[in-house]
């Protein structure tokens, strides 16, 4: 398959299965979810953990520590709910790494090492250091209150 031969249709994905329009989608959650769930005869041909990041500029974090705080807790949350191990040499990001590495998109002194520190933040250990307080381990917070 070339690229020039996929079609963008995050929408229609499950429809376009049921009425047979596509023989195969690639999504991320929870649109694969509910296709299997619908669909027993679906078949996931392929799994993997899906990664994201968190931006935020300096002068946000310095205006709004507390509501800075709390975005990094969701998104600690997340990675605990994912139960990722992403961040591992042979995880998702590990294994894109070397990938990337020997397609020569990443320059091939570049250790993966100074990429995993990179990827670490002052804000994260905080969070993680009262993981009471961002209720890291609760993962609908909405339904406690």
Do not use: C
């Not at 047979?20 to 996931?44: M, Q, Y």
Request: hydrophobic letters at 40%; proline letters at 3%; aromatic letters at 12%.
């Amino acid at each position: 398959m070339k690229e020039s031969e996929i079609r963008l249709i995050v929408g229609e994905l499950i429809g376009a299965m049921e009425n047979n329009r596509i023989d195969a989608f690639s999504a991320w959650e929870p649109t694969v979810s509910a296709a299997l769930s619908r669909h027993k005869e679906f078949k996931a041909i392929h799994r993997f953990l899906n990664s994201n990041y968190l931006y935020q500029t300096r002068q946000f974090a310095q205006q709004h520590p507390d509501a800075s705080l709390q975005i990094h807790a969701s998104f600690v949350r997340s990675l605990h709910w994912m139960n990722a191990s992403n961040f591992k040499r042979d995880g998702f990001l590990g294994r894109s790494f070397e990938f990337l590495k020997n397609q020569g998109n990443i320059p091939a002194e570049t250790s993966w090492e100074k990429i995993r520190v990179a990827l670490d933040n002052k804000m994260v250990k905080a969070v993680l250091a009262d993981t009471a307080k961002y209720r890291l381990d609760n993962f609908y917070p909405e339904l406690d209150e």
